[in-house]
């Protein structure tokens, strides 16, 4: 006897129609505008977060040195952007008689480039004497990231290491070139002001940010040692 199966695997739905891509379509639309803003936020409220702790970095560096020095560092009597904060709390060695080599080796300045670059005479947080009379510098920023510190050309061909913060740019929506505060240099450096003008007693430290920035539509961020709000768009003090 001849037995003839039949087809067992139901009916086929077809395609898609029209109407049920668009709806598709329109609901991705829909949670994609939710997310992106959400995903901005979030990316902005880290790099915040990021530059807050580094400045309290830099902050507990600076109690610790004014601990044994009895002083904050020196500021750059002229320009508070541009400051040997680095060489400060790093340590350095008198190694020759023209020269400042960091306690790690990495770096040298002249002492006619720290002059010319800084304003100041030295640098205080430096090993020099010996025997009985010797003075040891301290590194007071051990736990440093590569990305908080970045070197710029001054003049006399010195390469000047600054601190700066870790996110400084680019920009993810602006085109590039990083957010420069500084021609020439390649981050956005910590500023600072001793004795400060918001914190007499002390000093002034901050940085600003450019988050989601466009030339329309500037976005900065302060954050500083004078307050914990973060303060957007306000002038630079």
Same mark, same amino acid.
């Given at each position: ?20 891509? !668009? ?79 960091? !306690? ?47 070197? @710029? ?18 920009? #993810? ?6 957010? %420069? #505060? ?8 910590? @500023? ?16 600003? !940010? ?8 500037? %976005?900065?961020? !302060? ?15």
């Amino acid at each position: 006897m001849k037995i003839i199966l039949e087809n067992q695997t139901g009916p086929q739905r077809g395609a898609f129609t029209l109407v049920e891509l !668009l709806v598709v379509i329109s609901i991705i639309a829909v949670l994609a505008a939710f997310t992106i803003p959400v995903a901005s936020s979030v990316s902005r409220s880290r790099k915040i977060s990021v530059a807050q702790a580094e400045l309290q970095q830099i902050e507990t560096a600076l109690e610790n040195y004014k601990a044994k020095y009895g002083v904050y560092p020196p500021s750059n009597p002229t320009n508070s952007l541009v400051n040997q904060l680095y060489y400060e709390l790093s340590g350095v060695t008198n190694n020759t008689a023209t020269s400042y080599l960091t !306690l790690d080796a990495a770096y040298s300045i002249s002492t006619n480039g720290v002059a010319d670059t800084f304003g100041v005479g030295g640098i205080v947080n430096c090993s020099r004497g010996s025997g009985e009379d010797v003075v040891l510098a301290k590194d007071f920023l051990p736990g440093l990231k590569p990305a908080q510190a970045t070197i @710029r050309t001054n003049y006399d061909n010195d390469g000047v290491v600054y601190l700066v913060t870790s996110v400084g740019g680019p920009d #993810p929506i602006g085109p590039p070139p990083l957010y %420069q #505060p500084v021609s020439g240099m390649n981050g956005n450096p910590f @500023r600072y002001v001793y004795p400060g003008t918001n914190n007499p007693n002390s000093y002034d430290l901050w940085v600003q !940010l450019s988050i989601n920035s466009t030339p329309a539509s500037p %976005q900065k961020y !302060l954050i500083c040692n004078w307050s914990q709000q973060v303060q957007h768009n306000s002038p630079l003090p």
